[in-house]
């Protein structure tokens, strides 16, 4: 069991100094799977838009880890049952609920394996479930909603959980978006369970409506941000390129761990059936993609060279957002109009126009619903105590992206040295 008196202490720029517990949760942050997250960051390409938003997925973890501490004990207080065993295995699920993440985090979602991080994540804390002997069971029980205690996986995974809680809170501080702000003190202080359900007492709505205004507006402002967006469509048509020429057997140089995967169409049962393909997984972080854009820069292939130094040099796509599709004719006449601008690769000009969707909401009433305790003794869901403007409304908006000036593009016959002597 943890610890009483022996603490690991980070220093937070978020919450100040956080102590860890020597043992079980100490050994699996200095294990190499948890130490990779500090080569994957947080946000993706966010820092593009904002400088510093370079905060790593490392940090997050830990920083739910802290509020998960201060969760157990609040609801301790108010005389909850946690056993101790109970503690340990809902602070190491919060740990390593984000440790399956890949390179560039949410913007490579099945890009690079065609698995969902949660998944990974799944597979990584069985791997380490062997390596310690069975010490994470019960976490595993936990994060797979399979623990009779209900509350404590909602407050691993759902509309008030600690992951939600953290990177909010810590996405705003390194962005700068204020807006984002939440009173994450005060909610947790108002946390309780009532029939097995994580519960929130009525005093504690309107930081709760806060909480849900704050999320609308940190996607809206930073995490959907047209610019963004672009960027990380940009990535995402990159390594659907490479992966492209990789199975024609070009070859574009690049990470070797990168490649090795393009080369590959995995699955969940293909992690199952070789425990090799989850170590290989381990070795990805942000490096491989920067190293391999930065390779691919200078590939004789016209479109993953004009994609991958876009992104390097960040000459990005124009992003325009509407309430509406882009019509037929509009596409047809940007297309007319990067014909003329890239002749040498007009029967591959499809490459540079990205048109898609984005949907995000206030609130969702589809999955489990926020509880909320009235004075009464009545436990309602929150879309039933609300009378504000908080609503459970999808907003949905279309994007579509282009290159926005002329770039030369040279055509695979032409080296990239004779490119750069022109």
Not at 31 to 42: A, D, E, M, V
Request: with cysteine; glycine share 6%.
């Amino acid at each position: 069991m943890e610890g009483k008196t022996k603490r690991k202490i980070f220093n937070d720029p978020v919450y100040g100094f956080v102590e860890v517990p020597y043992g079980i949760l100490y050994d699996l942050i200095e294990h190499p799977y948890f130490q990779r997250l500090r080569r994957i960051r947080q946000l993706g390409l966010t820092d593009i838009v904002y400088p510093g938003a370079i905060h790593t997925r490392f940090s997050h973890a830990i920083g739910a880890l802290h509020l998960m501490t201060q969760a157990i004990e609040v609801l301790t207080n108010k005389g909850v049952s946690i056993l101790p065993q109970e503690a340990e295995g809902v602070k190491i699920a919060i740990l390593l609920h984000d440790i399956g993440h890949g390179p560039i985090s949410h913007a490579l979602e099945h890009k690079i394996v065609n698995v969902h991080h949660e998944s990974l994540s799944h597979l990584f804390m069985e791997a380490l479930n062997k390596e310690f002997e069975g010490r994470l069971n019960l976490a595993i029980r936990i994060f797979n909603n399979e623990y009779p205690k209900k509350f404590l996986h909602q407050l691993v995974s759902g509309q008030l959980d600690m992951d939600r809680m953290d990177y909010l809170n810590r996405d705003s501080f390194f962005t700068g978006v204020s807006e984002g702000v939440i009173g994450y003190h005060r909610i947790i202080k108002m946390l309780t369970v009532i029939d097995n359900q994580l519960v929130v007492e009525e005093k504690g709505i309107y930081s709760i409506e806060k909480f849900l205004i704050a999320r609308r507006l940190m996607y809206w402002q930073a995490y959907l941000h047209k610019t963004v967006l672009a960027a990380e469509q940009m990535l995402i048509r990159t390594i659907d390129r490479a992966r492209f020429l990789v199975a024609k057997g070009v070859q574009i140089g690049g990470s070797e761990r990168i490649l090795g995967f393009l080369n590959k169409k995995l699955d969940v049962s293909d992690f199952r059936e070789d425990n090799l393909l989850l170590t290989e997984y381990a070795k990805l972080d942000d490096t491989d993609i920067w190293y391999s854009l930065k390779e691919w820069e200078n590939c004789s292939d016209a479109i993953l060279s004009f994609l991958a130094g876009s992104l390097v040099r960040r000459n990005l796509f124009k992003s325009v957002l509407s309430s509406e599709p882009p019509s037929a004719a509009t596409l047809k006449s940007l297309k007319n109009r990067l014909i003329l601008q890239y002749p040498s690769i007009e029967n591959e000009i499809d490459d540079l126009i990205i048109t898609g969707k984005e949907t995000n909401s206030a609130y969702s009433t589809s999955k489990a619903e926020i509880q909320i305790a009235l004075k009464s003794g009545e436990v309602l869901p929150m879309s039933e105590t609300i009378d504000t403007g908080v609503t459970a409304k999808i907003i949905t908006k279309y994007y579509l992206c282009y290159p926005k000036n002329k770039k030369y593009i040279y055509t695979s016959k032409e080296t990239p040295k004779e490119r750069d002597q022109k």
